[in-house]
């Protein structure tokens, strides 16, 4: 099965640092590539996505970069606020195959101000 | 955007006892729903994927005798925890899939469920 590997686990950046997060996986067929935000006891939350036609995509000071042959992706914040700070999740799935999500182990993002 | 609810929000119970969480997406159909478990400062992991009229598809490690699923409509799947125990006590989150005409996000989630076992 699809195997997701995350890092780094923690990362404490200074408000208005960049602050960069990276996910492997294992199965060639995967095709969406969605980043969720988890704030403590609440549910996911989708911040950006990406399917495999496309190599970045960008909002705002969120961005996301796709290396389809590598098989990894980033995610990458600009101009860090403290309000940035939560658990943060890449997932994998084959996107409209109807699979689930599978999740990266998350990274504890810290941003101090 | 498409809202997924989740009932209860949390529950306590009695070691034994079974315990039903319902999801329901409130304004699509959704074929698929997907349950998630996840332990304090983990990660989601996933249980099992409900298709509306069928059995559900459990993950390997997965009890499907304990964690029952059942996927009546296109608007509601329920799982219940029978004879649950104090290592079941977790956070378990649902999600939706997607119509294809929907923008945004894939799936859908519902804002989770605190189960505690005493």
């Known amino acids: 099965g699809e195997n997701v590997e995350q890092h780094p686990s923690t990362l404490s950046v200074q408000e208005g640092d960049s602050a960069v997060i990276k996910c492997t996986y294992s199965?060639?067929?995967?095709?969406?590539f969605p980043w969720y935000k988890q704030e403590l006891g609440k549910r996911p939350q989708l911040i950006i996505d990406?399917?495999?036609?496309?190599g970045e995509k960008k909002d705002q000071r969120i961005a996301v970069t796709l290396n389809k042959t590598a098989k990894h992706f980033s995610l990458h914040i600009t101009e860090t606020q403290p309000e940035d700070s939560a658990v943060y999740f890449c997932a994998v799935s084959e996107g409209q195959a109807g699979t689930a999500l599978i999740f990266g182990k998350g990274t504890t993002l810290s941003v101090s101000s | 955007g498409a809202v997924v609810s989740q009932h209860p929000s949390w529950v306590i119970c009695k070691s034994g006892t079974s315990v039903k969480i319902e999801c329901r997406s409130l304004?699509?159909?959704?074929?698929?729903m997907f349950w998630y478990r996840q332990f304090p400062k983990q990660s989601l992991m996933l249980m099992a994927t409900?298709?509306?009229?069928?059995?559900?598809?459990?993950e390997q490690g997965v009890e499907k005798d304990k964690f029952l699923i059942n996927h009546a409509s296109l608007t509601l799947s329920t799982l219940t925890v029978t004879s649950a125990h104090p290592e079941d006590s977790s956070f378990y989150i649902c999600?939706?899939?997607?119509?294809?005409?929907?923008?945004?996000?894939?799936?859908?989630f519902g804002p989770g469920t605190r189960l505690t076992v005493l």
């Open positions: 304004d699509f159909q959704a074929t698929t």
């Open positions: 199965d060639s067929a995967s095709n969406y």
């Open positions: 999600s939706a899939l997607a119509p294809l005409l929907l923008a945004g996000a894939e799936q859908f």
């Open positions: 409900s298709n509306e009229g069928s059995k559900a598809t459990y």
């Open positions: 990406i399917r495999s036609n496309v």
